[in-house]
């Protein structure tokens, strides 16, 4: 074989093999964008819940009042898991509640 001919199938491989590295470089940014556009689909969809569960008519008065506490009711297992907060003043506040693996979270 030629030494030309050697060169020229070197030449063709290493051409050959950047092609194939840049249709795989290619492949790897859709992945990428698709995976990118699929976590923003679901921060809008968790951002929507946020939004509805704030606004409810539960969760409304979360302002707190100065003064003593009466009394705290702790309610788990219904649709609106909360914690209320009765104010000495006659005012009541209350704070959503989810439940975080074991333990649950309030506020």
């Known amino acids: 074989m030629s030494r030309r001919f050697i060169f020229l199938l070197g030449a063709g491989l290493i ?46 008065n979360l302002e707190v009042p100065t003064g ?9 297992g219904t649709k609106d898991d909360r914690l209320r907060i009765y104010w000495a003043n006659g005012n009541k506040s209350d704070l959503p509640c989810t439940k975080e693996q074991l333990i649950w979270v309030c506020g």
């Open 15 to 60: 051409a050959i093999t950047g092609c194939v590295t840049k249709e795989s470089s290619s492949e790897s940014n859709i992945q990428s964008n698709l995976k990118i556009q699929g976590l923003e689909d679901r921060i809008q969809l968790l951002e929507k819940k946020i939004k509805s569960h704030a606004t409810s008519r539960d969760f409304m």
């Open 68 to 76: 003593p506490i009466k009394s705290i009711t702790f309610r788990i």
